[in-house]
């Protein structure tokens, strides 16, 4: 990642605050803890159309054996035990990876009603409605959890697995907040890949246009750290790689600006950025929930659209995953020219300069990544396309000006050592 900058040098914090928020605002409305559509969404597909009103609850929360004071949790009377199981955890966690939280399935929640009164507070029990055949999911509101209730959470050595993961539920046997209709019962991944033509009523943009203002200073805050350049740490790999496809179109007597926007657009943004942006968990330990990946989606459409030199041709029936940012992505389009003309412009690195920021870096980083795989995993794409690849160096004047076939040879020789040879079959 030495290329773009690494990302939690220069983007890493606004990334990570850009997450923080979008799960903020999730959480400020109900969740569907099922069908995982919520209120406060950027993704029409994941948006609970239907107006159920949810009241915070502020909980007085213990853990016991964490060793820490009691918080004050807040969480949604629409909320499912599991949902408010999870919010408790990530106030307790909010420090420690996610890879080593507690699940909510290794936790009871206990309700203390009174001096003499406890309960444990499942997502099913005994007490579990019943409407038109399917058991509604239990939520603070049926166990009617006032506001500041004491609670306490602990670790059990039993797992209440009568569940399973809640959103796997059999829709016909179970709901949260919304009985199953025709619509509402079609699988998730259809509505994902769903692509129907139709306008989104008033009210519901105005849901998304809401939530999307909330998010627009962290997504600007964003969108710049990546297109930017920092004086103290200048991007010396893609300037030499952005020369690299300028001199290869030069070659070819490629003089359209447009080509080699393109070219360097497929190469950065979108292989590696968009990439990060839609994968969040690549460069952070934390949780990406489907509604998550479903919000950063939409703002992944909006990068493509902003590096793209295409008009944007936006109607009526266009979907809003592009018409949501549509206002924003000429300014956004600007910011990636720019920065396109300051790598230009900045001053060209030699082989050898290259090679002795690559050895910095990996000098800076080398206990931070397993090396030895990542050159098992270019030593077998190399063993496998050997004879393509010394063809393609021996007829390429600047690779045989640099000697680059025999120091080919000389690391395909090394890696052949046996050590390498057992990282390859790793």
């Known amino acids: 990642m ?17 997450l923080c928020a979008i799960k ?4 400020k409305g109900s969740i569907d803890a099922i069908t995982g559509k919520a209120r406060y969404t950027l993704n029409e597909e994941w948006l609970l159309r239907e107006n159920i009103e949810a009241k915070p609850r502020n909980l007085n929360v213990s853990f016991q054996g964490c060793g820490m004071d009691s918080l004050s949790v807040r969480a949604m009377d629409t909320d499912t035990l599991t949902q408010v199981k999870e919010k408790i955890l990530e106030a307790f966690c909010k420090n420690v990876p996610y890879s080593q939280w507690p699940r909510a399935e290794d ?13 444990i507070l499942r997502d099913l029990d005994d007490t579990s409605v019943v409407e038109d055949g399917r058991k509604k999911l239990n939520t603070l509101a049926h166990y009617k959890i006032p506001e500041g209730a004491s609670l306490a959470m602990s670790l059990t050595d039993k797992k209440d697995n009568t569940l399973g993961r809640v959103k796997d539920l059999d829709t016909e046997k179970y709901f949260h907040l919304v ?13 994902r890949q769903s692509h129907r033509k139709k ?11 809401s939530t999307k203002g909330t998010l627009q200073k962290f997504l600007d805050d964003l969108f710049k750290a990546i297109l930017s350049i920092r004086e103290d740490k200048p991007p010396l790999a893609v300037k030499y790689f952005f020369d690299f496809l ?6 070819r007597g490629i003089s359209d600006p447009d080509t080699l926007h393109i070219w360097k657009t497929n190469s950065l943004p979108l292989r590696f950025w968009v990439n990060i942006l839609k994968n969040p968990q690549f460069v952070f330990d934390i949780e990406k929930t489907d509604h998550i990946d479903a919000c950063l989606s939409v703002i992944a459409q909006a990068f493509i659209d902003a590096c793209s030199i295409s008009d944007l041709q936006l109607g009526k029936d266009s979907p809003t995953n592009k018409l949501l940012y549509a206002k924003e992505i000429p300014e956004y389009r600007k910011i990636v020219q720019r920065y396109y003309k300051q790598i230009h412009d900045m001053t060209p690195l030699s082989e050898q300069e290259m090679n002795a920021h690559l050895a910095e870096e990996s000098r ?19 063993k496998r396309y050997r004879p393509q690849i010394m063809s393609a160096l021996e007829a390429n004047p600047t690779a045989r000006r640099t000697q680059l076939q025999h120091k080919f040879e000389q690391v395909v020789a090394l890696m052949e050592d046996n050590i390498y040879e057992c990282y390859s079959e790793a």
């Open 2 to 18: 030495t290329g773009p900058h690494l990302p939690q040098e220069t983007v890493g914090e606004p990334f990570f605050l850009l």
């Open 24 to 27: 903020q605002q999730i959480n």
């Open 107 to 119: 936790v009871d929640l206990e309700w203390f009603a009174s001096s003499t009164q406890s309960y």
């Open 179 to 191: 009985l199953p209709t025709d619509e509402l019962a079609e699988p998730k991944k259809s509505h």
């Open 199 to 209: 306008v989104l009523p008033e009210i519901y943009l105005t849901r998304l246009l």
């Open 246 to 251: 300028e001199e290869q179109a030069e070659k």
């Open 364 to 382: 800076k980083y080398q206990n931070e990544f397993n090396t030895n795989v990542a050159m098992a995993e270019i030593y077998k794409y190399a």
